[in-house]
């Protein structure tokens, strides 16, 4: 089947899914006019008393308040006072209508990183093997948290306030060119240079936000390998190895995160720097305009309150630089996630686990390469159904890779895989996983109960659950304790022994009722005992079933009726375990006496 191209984030994608919440948006946009409206007169208007009642100059502000006021407050302390009041009004007004639009983008924000974060899960249930091996789960991790928290705070924080002080800036310079056209023109000319001047510092820092980033990645996927493995550090008195690279890794996170905060920071200040000298620049022409113009002392106020009133704006533009490069770089970051390979799939044509009567399992010359190092060199072997078949061999002899082959988490270069003479590619992958089940040494567990652990989605009752942990030897366990069904495992399994996970994995399989069970080293953590009380607790149970037991233990081998011996990626033996003994070849070294 080819590959589909894989979307990629984009702006245009995410303004797509931004449209998806036109009312929210139009709503917002709204609020932003009202909050606008509400904060932009406000430095005009106790500066402009200052003519009128403090130096006694006939103006517009005290007949009009005269005229909307009662009589007892129509003095200088009432003028002063009312307009108090309604700076107070305009104030707590312009906060309620701020707050309600950064709800909305806030909502909105987090409704477009959902659609994002569902967009990666999705490439992550697809992407190949190889692709997520050389990814690391620490690394996917900090795409899919730190990343994406990125572009949650760059879309639901700076945006909105990118609105409200590009309209508050907007309404400045018209009140600012209605008081005195030619300083506002002045005023407004030289805050180009300002914001060019800030925008050259800004890209000498652009990097630093990615440089960031990425070393957090290499921290975390550390960390996540580090816990992943604790018992076996801690038991191997290892810990100074490994902790000592992740202080090393978290040594770099710090000299990167330092780089980066104070270089930005620099920046930053630099252009809030060269903002106010503006200021003072401005601030000597309204002084030298009040003396060679019409400009009064009141206004000239104004102009200084408006000056500072465009301090918070102003900063808040030239800091969409800095959260655009770091949002452009969380959105790079994403993009090579997003373009890794999928894993190879086909269309379902036939399906020859209809029939539920037992299937054969054929492997024609088998070939297979981990980074150009050859593990299956012509593998060939066919299993009857309801044949139970070890296979044994050497560390490294491939075993564990044909089980994956097996699974379709990988390809070979070279052979066919058949069920009941069926090539994978015509049977499709999720149907081949959902009749196979396969038991490994090490099973993977998760921080949950033990009924969620056996059942892993399925809706399967709690009697079924029980039948099949007395298949799996753990019933009598699981019912001493206080939770039964409920209690959980910790992480990884870590409140279970080795062969109670072991055992819990065997339940989980029963209840899946596969076609074709694969038992990988699956009871070699159990006592003798235990495992011979599994082994014919299991022979009703895999009666019928096509059987593949991966094995080291001769008493996990014995219970199959044929082996196959693995040495150097290819099958060299296969027999019984009397006539493979007789032949004194690789099984004799391996099992004999």
């Known amino acids: 089947m080819a590959e589909q191209p894989a979307q990629q984030l984009s702006w245009r994608l995410i303004r797509r899914l931004a449209l998806q919440h036109k009312h929210k948006i139009i709503l917002a946009n709204l609020l932003a006019v009202l909050a606008t409206l509400a904060s932009v007169p406000i430095p005009l208007l106790l500066p402009l008393l200052v003519d009128e009642v403090l130096l006694q100059q006939p103006g517009k502000a005290i007949p009009f308040l005269q005229g909307v006021l009662p009589h007892a407050w129509a003095v200088p302390i009432g003028f002063i006072g009312s307009l108090l009041l309604v700076t107070l009004v305009l104030r707590s007004s312009s906060l309620v209508f701020n707050v309600l639009q950064g709800r909305l983008f806030t909502?909105?924000?987090?409704?477009?990183?959902?659609?994002?974060?569902?967009?990666?899960?999705?490439?992550?249930?697809?992407?190949?093997?190889?692709e997520y091996e050389s990814l690391g789960s620490g690394s996917v991790a900090t795409h899919l948290v730190t990343d994406l928290d990125t572009l949650d705070a760059f879309i639901g924080e700076t945006l909105s306030r990118f609105l409200v002080a590009l309209l508050t800036l907007c309404g400045t310079a018209a009140i600012l060119l209605w008081m005195h056209w030619q300083l506002a023109l002045l005023i407004l000319l030289l805050n180009p240079l300002v914001v060019f001047a800030t925008v050259k510092l800004g890209k000498q820092v652009k990097q630093l936000k990615k440089q960031e980033n990425d070393s957090t990645a290499r921290f975390t996927q550390a960390l996540t390998e580090t816990l992943d493995a604790i018992h076996e550090v801690r038991a191997g008195g290892h810990q100074g190895y490994f902790f000592g690279r992740l202080r090393q890794r978290a040594a770099d996170a710090r000299d990167f995160a330092i780089a980066s905060k104070w270089k930005t920071e620099a920046a930053m200040r630099a252009s809030g720097l060269m903002f106010q000298f503006g200021i003072d620049v401005f601030r000597a022409v309204a002084m030298l305009t009040v003396l060679f113009s019409d400009l009064s002392i009141g206004q000239m106020l104004a102009v200084f309150s408006y000056l500072w009133f465009m301090i918070g704006p102003?900063?808040?533009?030239?800091?969409?630089?800095?959260?655009?490069?770091g949002a452009n770089g969380a959105m790079q970051r994403l993009n090579q996630l997003l373009a890794s390979k999928d894993e190879q799939d086909w269309p379902p044509q036939t399906n020859p686990f209809a029939d539920k009567t037992g299937v054969t399992l054929e492997v024609r010359n088998l070939q297979f390469a981990y980074r150009d190092e050859p593990v299956l060199r012509g593998m060939s072997f066919r299993i009857a159904a309801g044949e139970k078949v070890a296979l044994v061999g050497v560390s490294g002899g491939g075993k564990s890779t044909l089980v994956q082959l097996l699974l379709g988490l990988y390809r070979p270069s070279v052979g066919e895989i058949l069920y009941n003479g069926v090539p994978i590619e015509q049977i499709g992958l999720d149907r081949v996983r959902s009749n196979l089940a396969v038991v490994l040494q090490a099973p993977?567990?998760?921080?949950?109960?033990?009924?969620?652990?056996?059942?892993?989605?399925?809706?399967?009752?709690?009697?079924?659950?029980?039948?099949?942990?007395?298949?799996?030897?753990?019933?009598?366990?699981?019912?001493?304790?206080?939770?039964?069904?409920?209690a959980v495992v910790g992480r990884a399994g870590v409140r279970l022994s080795g062969g109670q996970r072991q055992r819990l994995a065997i339940a989980r399989m029963v209840l899946a009722d596969p076609a074709v069970v694969i038992l990988d080293e699956a009871t070699s953590a159990l006592d003798s005992r235990t495992e011979q009380a599994l082994h014919e607790a299991l022979q009703e149970f895999l009666?019928?079933?096509?059987?593949?037991?991966?094995?080291?233990?001769?008493?996990a081998v014995r219970q199959a009726d044929r082996v196959l011996v693995l040495a150097d990626g290819q099958v060299v033996e296969q027999g019984d375990h009397q006539s493979l003994l007789a032949e004194d070849g690789v099984y004799a070294r391996l099992y004999g006496n």
């Open 444 to 486: 993977a567990l998760f921080n949950a109960s033990i009924r969620e652990n056996i059942l892993l989605g399925r809706g399967d009752s709690d009697q079924q659950c029980w039948q099949a942990l007395e298949v799996a030897q753990l019933a009598d366990y699981v019912r001493q304790l206080p939770q039964g069904l409920d």
């Open 107 to 130: 909502q909105l924000a987090k409704g477009i990183v959902f659609q994002l974060r569902q967009l990666l899960l999705g490439r992550l249930e697809r992407i190949a093997m190889a």
């Open 543 to 555: 009666a019928g079933r096509t059987t593949l037991i991966i094995a080291h233990r001769l008493s």
């Open 314 to 325: 102003v900063e808040q533009l030239l800091n969409l630089q800095y959260a655009l490069y």
